[in-house]
């Protein structure tokens, strides 16, 4: 029995890596935009609580920008815990650094949009904004997230 164990975890190392469907096997594929989706994932995770509004304007996000379906969203949070992910993370700025000026903007926009969903607009999102600004060469842009009443319930309608 022990060898039988043995023997299917020695296997699994060997297999081939399952292939996801659509664009999220085109994100598995890519380390840029993997390292793009983690560092938005970064903001949903900043202040140690997952929020409901922030994770819905994370996933939005996925859907609308990256293409990624809304029922594949289990998939790319697996994804996100994979080693495939975690070796992205760990040079994330090198490989953010490929993106042009007007990509990296939108990247910013992005995490400032998920930051904004926040109820109590965290101040931790805020630094690592700023820092994440300052990493992408981008000015910082405080003065935007200020949590704008409204402004985040209205681009969910229809969504959930």
Do not use: W
């Not at 990256?66 to 994330?92: V, Y």
């Amino acid at each position: 029995m022990l060898v039988k164990v043995l023997l299917a975890s020695i296997a699994q190392f060997f297999e081939p890596e399952r292939h996801l469907p659509g664009a999220l096997g085109q994100v598995a594929e890519d380390p840029v935009v993997l390292a793009e989706i983690l560092v938005l994932f970064r903001i949903v995770l900043a202040d140690g609580v997952v929020q409901p509004s922030q994770l819905t304007a994370f996933e939005r996000i996925c859907e609308q920008h990256f293409g990624i379906n809304r029922r594949d969203m289990p998939e790319l949070h697996a994804l996100l815990d994979s080693p495939k992910a975690r070796s992205c993370d760990a040079k994330a700025f090198t490989l953010l650094g490929q993106l042009d000026m007007a990509a990296r903007t939108t990247l910013l926009e992005h995490m400032v949009e998920i930051a904004r969903a926040s109820s109590d607009g965290a101040e931790c999102d805020s630094r690592l904004i700023l820092r994440m600004a300052d990493l992408l060469g981008l000015e910082p842009v405080l003065p935007e997230l200020q949590r704008v009443p409204g402004a985040v319930e209205e681009k969910r309608q229809g969504y959930e």
